[in-house]
């Protein structure tokens, strides 16, 4: 995107916020820039350098990653940015770095958590992708961790930061469409098989043991780097933490829930078959007590759209209807289906983009962040948000992997008395890899 694009589109989010002239942030930087160091940038991840660097007043400074072409991806990225960024491998030793501010976490979902943690631990600011952890415990570690160390930790649900759903939700708890009770969000796409991988030797461009990092030691197969480990459940979350998270969390925002009383899942692996562990197909349900539910739905191989939406979320009421179809557009239906509002934004999303299915809207939740980083506003997705809903996705795939029905302690979304799915609450972890805060 062209900066003088991005700088127009970002007026509604820096309006009215005064600019702070102090020099804090960075060893080496002028009054109120802020430094950035990026983890993990094969994909998303370059995305998210050369959307931060495109920032007024930000600079990335370090690039992290484990592989040389993900690593060349990072760089190409940069290479219109006025700061070539030095490259370091191991975020153990990054984060120990103390000429930058934030970091920004774009690695699967394994490292997650434990690279957010080390991250506060050394006094950074942290941007971390969806979703917040690789299960139930580290969403929790992370909640303690802002608490405990001060410092920010925001979620990459970037919907939270839009204007126009900023706007919707604000028309729902003022009474548009009256007293909401059900929240509908689904997901398409056509992701094709990954087939059986094999054992072979380990490329000399990829450090697979910094790649495995605090997950339990496997042998490396083809299928594997860089994004087919998403379907692996013992490193990635499915599509319900790699997608879901999106309309689940708005379904969640909009209908003022946090935890679940009751969780059902269905599906499976239906479209291939080969190593792909995770459901390819999948309907969650959750109740909140007996007054509101939010059901998900989720194709990964069949691209036929929901309400002709590929992805998207609605909100029903007792007095009307709102609906999103993925992207900062919305409308909002009276009782009699009648259209009563309708908010266009200027992009179109795209479900298969693997990088950014919003495009420049993603723009308002980078800014937000960094300028809660200065110190200027309150971020739109602290961690301890992000992770009541990715709670919800995890809760779907312990369901799922189960065949329970989990019923969950309405406080904290413990589930209660199922010993076999509270097994998989938490992970084990390769030995001096454990995630401590």
Same mark, same amino acid.
């Given at each position: 995107?062209?900066?003088?694009?991005?700088?127009?589109?970002?007026?509604?989010?820096?309006?009215?916020?005064?600019?702070?002239?102090?020099? =804090?942030?960075?060893?080496?930087?002028?009054?109120?820039?802020?430094?950035?160091?990026?983890?993990? =940038?094969?994909?998303?991840?370059?995305?998210?350098?050369?959307?931060?660097?495109?920032?007024?007043?930000?600079?990335?400074?370090?690039? *992290?990653?484990?592989?040389?072409?993900?690593?060349? %991806?990072?760089?190409?990225?940069? !290479?219109?940015?006025?700061?070539?960024?030095?490259?370091?491998?191991?975020?153990?030793?990054?984060?120990?770095?103390?000429?930058?501010?934030?970091?920004?976490?774009?690695?699967?979902?394994? &490292?997650?958590?434990?690279?957010?943690?080390?991250?506060?631990?050394?006094?950074?600011?942290?941007?971390?992708?969806?979703? *917040?952890?690789?299960?139930?415990?580290?969403?929790?570690? @992370?909640?303690?961790?802002?608490?405990?160390?001060?410092? @920010?930790?925001?979620?990459?649900?970037?919907?939270?930061?839009?204007?126009?759903?900023?706007?919707?939700?604000? $028309?729902?708890?003022?009474?548009?469409?009256?007293?909401?009770?059900? #929240?509908?969000?689904?997901?398409?796409?056509?992701?094709?098989?990954?087939?059986?991988?094999?054992?072979?030797?380990?490329?000399?461009?990829?450090?697979?043991?910094?790649?495995?990092?605090?997950?339990?030691? !496997?042998?490396?197969? $083809? %299928?594997?780097?860089?994004?087919?480990?998403?379907?692996?459940?013992?490193?990635?979350?499915?599509?319900? *933490?790699?997608?879901?998270?999106?309309?689940?969390?708005?379904?969640?925002?909009?209908?003022?829930?946090?935890?679940?009383?009751?969780?059902?899942?269905?599906?499976?692996?239906? /479209?291939?078959?080969?190593?792909?562990?995770?459901?390819?197909?999948?309907?969650?349900?959750?109740?909140?007590?007996?007054?509101?539910?939010?059901? &998900?739905?989720?194709?990964?191989?069949?691209?036929?759209?929901?309400?002709?939406?590929?992805?998207?979320?609605?909100?029903?009421?007792?007095?009307?209807?709102?609906?999103?179809? #993925?992207? #900062?557009?919305?409308?909002?239906?009276?009782?009699?289906?009648?259209?009563?509002?309708?908010?266009?934004?200027?992009?179109?999303?795209?479900?298969?983009?693997?990088?950014?299915?919003?495009?420049?809207?993603?723009?308002?939740?980078?800014?937000?962040? =960094? %300028?809660?980083?200065?110190?200027?506003?309150?971020?739109?997705?602290?961690?301890?948000?992000?992770?009541?809903?990715?709670?919800?996705?995890?809760?779907?795939?312990?369901?799922?992997?189960?065949?329970?029905?989990?019923? *969950?302690?309405?406080?904290?979304?413990?589930?209660?008395?199922?010993?076999?799915?509270? /097994?998989?609450?938490?992970?084990?972890?390769? !030995? #001096?890899?454990?995630?401590?805060?």
């Amino acid at each position: 995107m062209q900066r003088r694009t991005f700088i127009k589109n970002t007026g509604l989010a820096t309006a009215g916020i005064t600019i702070l002239n102090f020099p =804090v942030f960075g060893k080496y930087a002028p009054s109120n820039k802020v430094i950035v160091a990026v983890m993990g =940038v094969n994909s998303r991840g370059a995305y998210l350098a050369r959307c931060f660097s495109s920032l007024p007043n930000v600079e990335v400074a370090y690039i *992290c990653d484990v592989e040389d072409k993900a690593i060349q %991806n990072g760089l190409d990225g940069l !290479k219109e940015a006025a700061r070539k960024p030095i490259i370091i491998k191991d975020i153990r030793e990054l984060v120990a770095k103390k000429d930058f501010d934030a970091l920004v976490i774009a690695a699967p979902d394994h &490292w997650h958590t434990p690279a957010s943690l080390l991250a506060v631990a050394h006094g950074k600011q942290v941007y971390v992708e969806k979703p *917040c952890g690789q299960n139930p415990y580290e969403g929790e570690l @992370l909640v303690q961790a802002m608490n405990k160390y001060g410092k @920010l930790i925001q979620m990459g649900n970037q919907r939270r930061s839009f204007p126009t759903l900023i706007e919707a939700v604000k $028309d729902v708890r003022n009474g548009i469409i009256g007293n909401t009770y059900l #929240g509908k969000g689904w997901y398409a796409n056509d992701r094709k098989s990954i087939g059986f991988g094999k054992k072979v030797p380990v490329p000399s461009t990829l450090d697979f043991e910094l790649w495995q990092g605090p997950a339990p030691r !496997k042998d490396y197969q $083809d %299928n594997l780097v860089h994004y087919n480990w998403h379907w692996f459940w013992h490193w990635g979350t499915g599509e319900a *933490c790699n997608n879901g998270t999106h309309e689940i969390d708005c379904c969640r925002w909009f209908l003022g829930v946090d935890y679940p009383t009751k969780v059902t899942s269905s599906g499976g692996r239906y /479209a291939f078959k080969d190593d792909w562990q995770t459901p390819d197909t999948q309907v969650a349900s959750f109740e909140f007590g007996n007054s509101k539910a939010i059901t &998900w739905e989720s194709r990964s191989c069949n691209l036929y759209p929901v309400e002709g939406a590929g992805r998207g979320f609605i909100i029903y009421g007792d007095k009307g209807t709102l609906v999103n179809d #993925g992207g #900062g557009d919305y409308k909002i239906f009276d009782e009699k289906n009648k259209l009563v509002k309708e908010i266009k934004s200027d992009v179109n999303p795209d479900p298969t983009n693997p990088v950014s299915a919003t495009g420049n809207l993603d723009f308002y939740h980078f800014e937000n962040f =960094v %300028n809660g980083v200065r110190g200027e506003t309150k971020i739109t997705s602290p961690v301890s948000e992000g992770h009541k809903s990715v709670l919800l996705c995890h809760l779907a795939n312990i369901a799922q992997r189960t065949g329970n029905t989990l019923h *969950c302690d309405e406080t904290n979304g413990h589930i209660k008395e199922d010993i076999q799915a509270m /097994a998989l609450w938490r992970r084990a972890y390769e !030995k #001096g890899w454990e995630p401590v805060m």
